[in-house]
């Protein structure tokens, strides 16, 4: 076999858009930038570090494109396990830097033999792509039985979720052993870096199921606009940001919470909600407004100013009604009304086409990170159930899962080292 | 009937007759009797000497049976398939020096019985690579050859039932008489004119215009109307096609990249067309070309074993433990006594979601071997 260099998807951008190999520099230059010039970095086409003391893509500015897929192990061999999350962790490395999978990628291998990479991001910038992973309890053990020897290092934590009023789970979108959230800004990065994944896995992992989710939900930064969701509304203005001095409680396993390989880790809640999008389009523009307690043009609070001003779930009108009304998902959700529980929300809308009746098969993607799973349970708790969040009536949970995403990675790290290594 | 097998290139096969059964195996001279029933298997002799001999396989029992000989990682080096009760047929096999195994299959099911053989005498000569390719190539199509005798007596009798109006004795024959054609179903769609008129579906008929033939087109009329009414020319057609498929496969055998390229193409019609239910929508008999997909695929890696083992040994042993998961998945649903396969209409989601997950196992490696061949080429 003759002798092929490994290409990058960058270095093949820069030689087709400049006549000039651009191969090592840092990626997010415009096409043609030489090393004299560099243009200044597209914020948006810039790679994020893959490793770090924490995963990349929690406290992450929030990107615009999801990809998020839960997968079953299906070796029985704690090597191969091992062997595939090396495995991935290596192509973790070259997907968000920009590059392409395998040695020779998507054209540089032999024409015999099907290519490493699958190619479809080939010419894209690493679009911001993170890649987070997290294990659900099926892991450690599953149907009394323990796995790949970790009964002993599952979380006493890391159980399902309790059945909250008003679910509707779908079992074949509930639980899993493994998940892995793909954020990037350009929705073929994303999907081509799950592609590629689950490919490495194809003997040793099994897809259970898939998400593609657009428009972000929540910001996870103070730089950022708070985004809408499908009901039209801004949604987590009041979310956990990275900026916020307590943020590490919120969001990061400290030692003590718990086993040791989880320090610096996260727990992450993903919920598919589905909502009813015709029967919210017929409310009456006040009656939306009461159900979410937010003005819908502005973002503020129904107790009055603008989009960050804080929530007084006491004032009253004039009719002697809290303005804030005591069922509205903003009361229902707040810190005060769940013992103070906070999250940091990541969810994604979604839109699978429509269901067979002409209605948008649509909703919410939620995602949220916290220190321990009994942050979300306490506010869920609050929230559901038809007389409880008056926004029930138009949402139905279809999917859930709690996977336990371990601590970054160094440079000859491996995903889940602290828990396998 | 009598039939004897030429599965090497030797001019002439002694066609010495049944060797008297001894008591205890023995070194054989040339010629060994098998005596094949329903739950043994017979060999007059274990020790062999290196060189061409001859199987006289004789079915004693009640069902319809088969003999191979397998050398290590059940690489075919000979075969005789679909030997009915009372039945015998003569196997000619050159065997160098080593370990052999010879397997009856009675009711043409599993991994058969099985009886270790040892070969002494003259080693087999080392092969450059590129004359190890041909011999990989010889040995898949001594496959093709023992597939296509069967293929041609099944196809035969499917026909006849279908043109006696036997409903149920052709609804019977279909899956059967199918197992043979799917296992070398690459050697088939080299033929490109003739796939589509064999084994196309309604849907691309219409599209194309083309009056809708072959397998499937007697398969609706079998399981949708119950009869064969107006099947004559269809069967007559399926028969002509099949035997001329058979013989074009003889004069223009595979290469080794073909046979690496088949190895994965009959994976890809087992993920598209089997996995799906798509293959046999009237009859459900998807499961039983599902495997015999599955078994073309591993007699084609069989025969390319010896060149894997060569550049890629770690690739052989994924691919070897793929395929025994596969199996286990897939050979839950054969009755071991009937051979016959569940409807596909009767497995579950979760069932077809394992079943896909382990073709995809497989897949994933198999698609690299076309690679290791060209290479070593």
């Known amino acids: 076999m003759s002798e092929r260099s490994p290409l990058s998807r960058r270095a093949l951008l820069g030689a087709a858009g400049a006549g000039a190999v651009v191969a090592g520099v840092a990626g997010g230059y415009a096409v043609g930038a030489t090393r004299d010039e560099p243009v200044r970095a597209d914020p948006e086409a810039v790679p994020v570090a893959f490793e770090g003391r924490h995963q990349a893509g929690i406290l992450t500015p929030a990107q ?43 054209v540089a291998g032999a024409p015999e033999a099907p290519p490493e990479d699958t190619g479809e991001a080939l010419g894209l910038p690493a679009s911001g792509l993170t890649l987070t992973i997290g294990f659900g309890p ?88 708070t985004a809408r969701n499908l009901f039209g509304f801004k949604d987590g203005t009041a979310n956990v940001k990275s900026e916020d001095r307590d943020v590490d409680d919120v969001v990061w396993v400290q030692e003590g919470d718990g086993p040791d390989w989880m320090v610096g880790g996260s727990y992450l809640v993903a919920r598919r909600i589905d909502m009813r999008i015709e029967t919210w389009d017929r409310e009456p523009l006040a009656g939306q407004e009461a159900i979410v307690g937010r003005a819908k043009g502005s973002g503020g609070p129904l107790s009055g100013g603008d989009e960050h001003a804080a929530i007084d779930l006491t004032k009253r009108g004039s009719d002697g009604q809290p303005l804030i009304p005591v069922t509205s998902h903003v009361a229902k959700a707040h810190p005060d009304n769940n013992g103070g529980a906070r999250i940091l929300r990541r969810g994604y809308n979604f839109v699978n086409g429509t269901d067979g009746l002409g209605q948008l098969a649509a909703g919410l993607f939620f995602i949220s990170y916290q220190r321990s799973p009994d942050q979300f349970v306490r506010i869920q708790r609050n929230l559901a159930g038809p007389t409880n969040d008056a926004l029930n009536e138009y949402l139905v949970h279809r999917s859930s899962g709690l996977f336990a995403c ?15 290594g | ?19 008297a059964c001894a008591e205890k195996p023995s070194e054989a001279d040339g010629t060994v009797a098998v005596k094949a029933a329903d739950s043994s298997c017979k060999v007059s002799a274990t020790q062999l000497k290196a060189g061409p001999t001859t199987f006289a396989v004789t079915n004693a029992g009640s069902k319809v049976t088969e003999f191979y000989v397998y050398a290590e990682g059940d690489r075919i080096m000979g075969e005789v398939e679909n030997i009915g009760p009372g039945l015998s047929r003569d196997l000619v096999v050159d065997l160098p020096k080593g370990d052999y195994q010879g397997a009856c299959k009675p009711g043409m099911v599993g991994d058969g019985i099985r ?109 949708v109307a119950g009869n064969t009414d107006g099947m004559d020319p269809y069967a007559d057609q399926l028969l002509a096609n099949v035997t001329k498929v058979v013989q074009e496969s003889k004069e223009k055998p595979l290469t080794a990249l073909q046979l690496a390229q088949g190895s994965k193409g009959l994976l890809d019609e087992v993920a598209t067309g089997k996995i799906t239910g798509e293959e046999d929508e009237f009859s459900h008999t998807d499961l039983w070309d599902f495997k015999a997909n599955i078994e073309g695929s591993q007699a084609a890696i069989a025969a390319l074993r010896p060149v894997l083992e060569k550049a890629d040994p770690d690739l052989v042993t994924l691919i070897d433990q793929r395929f025994k998961a596969l199996d286990t998945e897939l050979d839950q649903y054969q009755d071991a006594d009937t051979g016959e396969w569940a409807g596909y209409d009767t497995l579950s989601k979760e069932q077809v979601k394992r079943l896909s997950d382990s073709v995809a196992a497989l897949s994933e490696p198999i698609s690299k071997v076309a690679a290791v061949v060209a290479a070593s080429a």
């Open chain 1, 64 to 106: 615009d494109r999801l990809h998020f897929v839960v997968l079953d192990v299906t070796t029985q061999s704690r090597d191969e396990l091992v062997g595939l999350l090396k495995e991935w962790t290596q192509a973790a490395r070259k997907l968000t830097q920009g590059n392409e999978v395998g040695v020779y990628g998507a």
């Open chain 1, 138 to 225: 099926s892991l450690f053990e599953r149907d009394g039985r323990a796995r790949f020897g970790l009964g002993d290092a599952r979380p006493a934590d890391l159980t399902d979720l309790p059945l909250f009023s008003g679910d509707r789970l779908d079992p074949s979108l509930t639980g899993g052993d493994v998940a892995i959230q793909a954020c990037a800004n350009d929705p073929q990065v994303a999907v081509h870096a799950i592609r590629n994944l689950v490919r490495i896995a194809f003997g040793r992992a099994s897809v259970r199921y898939s998400q593609l989710g657009f428009g972000r939900t929540s910001s996870t930064s103070a730089a950022q606009a």
């Open chain 1, 406 to 420: 371990p601590p970054g990675v160094g440079p000859r790290g491996f995903w889940g080292e602290t828990l396998l």
């Open chain 2, 1 to 19: 009937m009598r039939r004897t097998l030429l599965v090497t290139g030797l001019a002439a096969a002694s066609l010495s007759l049944l060797a």
């Open chain 2, 115 to 223: 009886q270790d053989l040892t070969v002494s005498g003259k080693a087999a000569k080392e092969l450059s690579d590129s004359a190890e390719l041909k011999a990989a190539a010889a040995s898949y199509q001594r496959y093709v050859e023992s597939q296509t005798g069967a293929l041609i007596d099944k196809t035969t009798e499917f026909v006849d039932a279908v043109k006696a109006g036997e409903v149920d004795e052709a609804k019977a024959l279909f899956p059967r008489a199918r197992t043979y054609w799917e296992r070398i179903e690459p050697v088939a769609e080299i033929f490109g004119d003739l796939d589509p008129i064999t084994d196309g579906r309604e849907p691309d008929a219409k599209a194309e215009g083309r009056d809708f033939t072959g397998w499937h087109r007697i398969e609706k009329q079998l399981w």
